[in-house]
């Protein structure tokens, strides 16, 4: 039977089903050897081979009453969840397809790990810190999705130091040019704590909502600060407790529930469901992202 493919790529654990919706019209996804661009696309996992930036994908054959029942010598099952908290070093780059030499979260995973998992949301290559890896397409729809909103709080050490009209002007949130579609946006509000000065450098703590493409490190330059380190210290209920750099572990069922209910509860600033005001040039310091 035949099934929209952000349904079933969802399920077999590749990302939520907003982020293959833009894979596919990126042209990412190909199905039976022909690049889809265009949605709807129907297809049906147990005859259908698909494929994400040339890499096959093991659909989540749909489940059936009766038959033999799986055996403790059978082949692990593809559907079970997973969910692994992971220290990111430094150039360790949060993707599943690498170009070059790159080294990716998933290479810190043990060989031949049976899972299939992937990154939940963004964290540069430069910046290190608590990364989520999951094969739980619908709990990666909801850690990322704007109307959600999870609050993540990083360690950012930047250049110089910054007036307190600059912290509040960055947490009212700053116009800064979208990487993608060319148009200004104004960044959602967030809390920026001065936690240490020193000599000709400050400890920043942040704590946002929404985390675009190198975001912090992009609203810092723009009022005239480099960011010189980045480490994502928290997820919602989640921290660093005990994990070393590229050391990593299963989430606890606790920390599961606690996981699950952060991601349904509506953030209350909505940040990205908001209309896009008309674009206008940033304002104050540094126009520039």
């Known amino acids: 039977m035949k099934e929209r493919i952000q349904k079933v790529l969802a399920a077999a654990g590749v990302d939520s089903r907003r982020h293959v919706e ?15 661009w265009q949605l709807p696309v129907m297809i049906d996992p147990e ?19 009766g038959g033999k029942p799986r055996g403790p010598t059978d082949e692990f099952d593809p559907t079970q969840r997973v969910y ?22 998933i290479d810190l995973l ?52 910054l007036k307190p009209e600059t912290l509040d002007e960055l947490q009212q949130g700053i116009w800064l040019s979208d990487t993608h579609g060319g148009e200004s ?14 000599r000709e450098k400050s400890i920043l703590e942040i704590t946002m909502r929404e985390g ?40 606890t069922p606790r920390e599961l529930k606690a996981l699950r209910k952060a991601g349904e509860t509506p953030s209350p600033d909505k940040p990205s469901e908001t209309p896009r005001e008309p674009r206008r040039p940033p304002s104050g310091r540094g126009g520039r992202s």
Not at 85 to 97: E, F, I, R, S
Not at 185 to 198: D, E, H, L
């Open 212 to 251: 675009k493409n190198r975001q912090i490190r992009r609203m810092l330059a723009a009022a005239g600060h480099k960011v010189r380190d980045l480490t994502r210290t928290r997820m919602g209920p989640l921290t660093l407790d005990g994990l070393n750099p590229g050391e990593f572990r299963p989430l």
């Open 22 to 36: 833009e894979m596919v019209l990126q042209g990412r996804v190909a199905v039976n050897g022909t690049v889809q």
């Open 185 to 198: 946006f104004r960044t959602a509000k967030s809390v920026i704590r001065v936690i240490k000065r020193v």
């Open 84 to 105: 692994i908290l992971m220290n990111k070093p430094k150039g360790v780059y949060t993707t599943n397809v690498a170009q070059g030499e790159q080294r990716r979260a």
């Open 47 to 65: 005859k259908d081979r698909v494929t994400v930036d040339d890499e096959v994908i093991k659909l989540a054959a749909p489940k059936r009453h």
């Open 110 to 161: 043990p060989p031949k790990f049976p899972f299939r998992v992937y990154p939940v949301g963004q964290l540069d290559a430069e910046a290190k810190g608590l990364l989520l890896l999951t094969n739980d397409g619908e709990l990666t729809n909801l850690l990322t999705h704007p109307r959600y909103g999870v609050p993540k709080t990083y360690k950012a050490i930047v250049d110089g130091e």
